[in-house]
Nanobody, 122 residues
Framework: VQLQASGGGFVQAGGSLRLSCAAS????????MGWFRQAPGKEREFVVG????????YYAGSVKGRFTISRDNDKNATYLQMNNLKPEDTAVYYC????????????????WGKGTLVTVSS
């Protein structure tokens, strides 16, 4: 499975961005997809995820109410709508996927895409 993320960029605080992640190769309808981010000097952290079968979504507290994840199973894609962005949201955002399990942790994901940089200015 290959994951290709896109949509990062530069935005002022309060602005919006939409990230996309397309999966290719031996894709799967079960499991889950999500987004993690890594700010300079910090560890990679979970941002948001969605269960592919149920559509249930999970959010880190820091982004709840501002970020929305969605998935198009027909296109094997997931999208992250980010609103009311803050400077602390600046990071490289990574798309990730797992076939089984329920943990939203770095070690719990099976596949990773290359990151896309999001920069939010104050």
């Amino acid at each position: 499975v290959q994951l290709q993320a896109s949509g990062g960029g530069f935005v002022q605080a309060g602005g919006s961005l939409r990230l996309s992640c397309a999966a290719s190769g031996r894709t799967f309808s079960s499991g889950a997809m999500g987004w993690f981010r890594q700010a300079p000097g910090k560890e990679r952290e979970f941002v948001v995820g969605i269960n592919s079968s149920t559509g249930r979504s999970y959010y880190a507290g820091s982004v709840k109410g501002r970020f929305t994840i969605s998935r198009d199973n027909d296109k094997n894609a997931t999208y992250l709508q980010m609103n009311n962005l803050k400077p602390e949201d600046t990071a490289v955002y990574y798309c990730a996927a797992r076939r089984t399990g329920s943990a939203w942790s770095v070690s719990g994901m099976d596949y990773w895409g290359k990151g896309t940089l999001v920069t939010v200015s104050s």
